[in-house]
Structures are given as structure tokens and as C-alpha cells.
């Protein structure tokens, strides 16, 4: 079983909220934001960061760079924000349908388009950068399109998983040639592109329980996951790196349901905003590391000070390196780290596998 990656902590001179989905440009920078009106530029191989004033109400989700652009996702807000890298220039522009719900995607830099699944419908939103245009498709019903497997697979069609109510999985291939749907799959587990490189394993968890998808053999496995409602009570978004399954932790415990269609939170609880240990709840300093291989589980911790508690949440793999951001929530004060109800806005760390010459 291999170790850990090793990761170097690199402490920045900015401060933020919880900062969201990570994306690099073509020069290698990354960009992200908070819920405070600021953009941030983060060099990796310096370990400088810079930081853009952008208008307050930005929605505060993910960047997606491309044509020298960087576009804030605007969740349920009317706009995207805009930075123009090469004009230096911030704006907005408005989304193709005002209650349009962008929370994340990824961009096609080759082709300067961003893709963008709707959270609320059933629809994808693809966006030309250069023009500001955007387009909306509705996914295509269930059984419209021939299996990914019958039909030819170029590289450059693009995957998109669709939201089901019956817990069935379905993907549909969207070809940006032909600018239409292509083909799709109802596979439990994500099947590869002939001749391409896939990892064996893909792991995803459900309610405290691991299940782990074998490509190989079509097995699937389940188990328990330690220290489920005692440590933390959601295991969020991650990433497969250097054959480790890496996981965000939070101490959440299931205080709201998020209304898909609304866009609203709906309280569960009394006091929705208090953990699994009491507290109010934040996202952990660890990230759960799991090996699909050896059905082996681990903790990926940062190397910090005790005065120290960065929030890890949102990774990203850019030429190689793995980046986990985060930011310094640990009250001197209180003796513990801030809860997300305490709006806790401290210094920015970059967790990452290569080290930084300032870092």
C-alpha cells in the first residue's frame, strides 16, 4: 500500500470566508473565491497570491477559467462576475435565464466553453466565452439515445451525470462537434473510453457507508465507515490521487435538506446549525483518505500548529499536483474552531503536493 501523498502547507497573505471550487488558467494559476467580495490568484510554484475586488453580490461557487477569462458561478444570483485577466477588467453579465441555479462545471479551455449542469432542472448550460453567449439543452429522456457502448467514443466528448429519483446512475455524452447528445449509460459504475487509462476502483460513499465500484470484475462492495456520526457527519466532495480516495469532512449533521428545485434550505432540526459533537458545525481539518486496493482507511491531516485549524474543503489536480484549500477558522478566544454559523473569516492556507518556494 503506497503512503499519503506528502502535502506542504502554504500560508498566504489573504483572509477569506470558506473558499469554493478551485480552477487553474494556461499560465497554471488557480483561482477561487469566498463569500467576501474578493477573487484570489494563487501561484503555486511562488506561493504569492493576489487578490481582486469584485462586486458583493458574486454567488460565491466555483471559477472556471478559460479565454483568459474567469467566471465566478452565480448559484441562484442573476449574474456571473467576470475578470478579465489580460484587460484587468471586472464585470458581470447575465446568466441565459435569470433562475438559472450554477453552482459548479468545468471548462473546455481548448475550445474557450464552459459547461455547466443546472442544479434545479434537468438541463445543461453551455457557455461561449468569447461570444457571452449561453446555451440551455434539456437532457434527453431516459432510453432516447444508444449505450455509450455501441456507438464510436471520440476523446472529446463530455460526460454529464444526470439527477434520477430512482437511484438508478445515468450519463449522457455530449459531442461539441455536433453540439448535441450523443449517447448515454445507466452502468452502476462509470464505464472508460476504449484505450484510454481508468482507474480500477471508483469509490463514492452514502449515508456513513462506503461503496466501492470494481471495473474490472463488476463487484460491488460496502462497508461501514469509521468514525460516522462520532468524528463527522458528511463526507463531501473530493478527488482520486496517487491511488487514494480523498474526501472533505464535516462535523454537518444533517440539520438542513437542500431543496434541489428551489434552491432553498429546509431545517430539519431545532438547532440545525449544531455537529456531531455538539459544536457548531464547519468542515474539518482532514480530509478521510481511502484505498480502494487494500480496503484501507486513513486520515490526510495538514502539518499546522495547534493554534491552527484550516478548514480543508474544496481539491483540485492541476499538472499533476494535488491543491486543497482552505481557510484558518480556530478561535483563541472560544478554544475551538468556528462553526459556519459564526461566519469565521481567517487566513488563507494551500495545501499541496509540491513545495512552495516561499511556502
Excluded at 13 to 22: C, E, F
Excluded at 323 to 346: F, M
Aim: hydrophobic share 30%; glycine share 8%.
Amino acid at each position: 500500500m503506497p503512503e499519503l501523498p506528502r502535502m506542504y502547507p502554504v500560508w498566504v497573505d489573504a483572509k477569506n470566508t470558506r473558499v469554493y471550487g478551485i480552477d487553474d488558467d494556461d499560465r497554471g494559476a488557480l483561482w477561487f473565491t469566498g463569500s467576501l467580495p474578493v477573487l484570489h490568484r494563487y501561484e503555486p510554484e511562488s506561493g504569492q497570491i493576489d487578490t481582486i475586488s469584485i462586486p458583493e453580490k458574486h454567488g460565491g461557487s466555483q471559477c472556471l477559467c478559460a479565454g483568459s477569462k474567469v467566471y465566478v458561478l452565480p448559484q441562484t444570483n442573476g449574474k456571473f462576475t467576470v475578470f478579465d485577466v489580460e484587460a484587468k477588467r471586472v464585470y458581470q453579465v447575465d446568466k441565459p435565464f435569470p433562475e438559472a441555479n450554477l453552482w459548479y462545471g468545468h471548462a473546455d479551455k481548448a475550445r474557450n466553453v464552459l459547461y455547466m449542469p443546472e442544479r434545479s432542472r434537468p438541463c445543461l448550460v453551455i457557455w461561449d466565452v468569447e461570444t457571452e453567449q449561453g446555451e440551455v439543452l434539456e437532457y434527453p429522456e431516459p432510453g432516447a439515445l444508444p449505450d455509450i457502448d455501441e456507438v464510436d467514443w471520440p476523446e472529446r466528448l463530455e460526460t454529464f451525470a444526470v439527477p434520477r429519483n430512482d437511484g438508478v446512475h445515468r450519463r449522457v455524452y455530449y459531442d461539441p462537434d455536433v453540439r448535441g447528445f450523443l449517447a448515454e449509460d445507466s452502468h452502476p459504475a462509470p464505464p472508460s473510453r476504449p484505450g484510454a487509462r481508468a482507474e480500477r476502483f471508483v469509490v463514492n460513499y452514502r449515508e456513513g457507508r462506503l461503496i466501492r465500484l470494481d471495473r474490472r470484475t463488476g463487484e460491488t462492495y460496502e462497508r461501514d465507515v469509521p468514525g460516522w456520526k462520532e468524528d463527522f457527519g458528511f463526507i463531501g466532495g473530493g478527488v482520486f490521487y496517487q491511488e487514494w480516495q480523498l474526501n472533505n469532512l464535516s462535523t454537518y449533521d444533517s440539520g438542513f435538506r437542500y431543496d434541489e428545485k428551489t434552491g432553498d434550505y429546509i431545517q430539519m432540526k431545532d438547532d440545525p446549525h449544531i455537529g456531531v459533537d455538539g459544536l457548531p458545525y464547519h468542515f474539518m481539518d482532514r480530509f478521510i483518505a481511502y484505498h480502494p486496493e487494500s480496503d484501507t482507511f486513513d486520515l490526510l491531516v495538514p502539518d499546522v500548529p495547534q493554534s491552527r485549524y484550516p478548514q480543508l474543503c474544496y481539491s483540485k489536480v492541476a499538472r499533476g499536483h494535488l491543491y486543497i484549500t482552505a481557510n484558518d477558522i480556530w478561535s483563541e478566544e472560544k478554544q475551538r474552531p468556528l462553526g459556519a454559523i459564526e461566519n469565521p473569516v481567517g487566513q488563507l492556507m494551500v495545501l499541496q503536493t509540491r513545495r512552495a518556494e516561499d511556502g
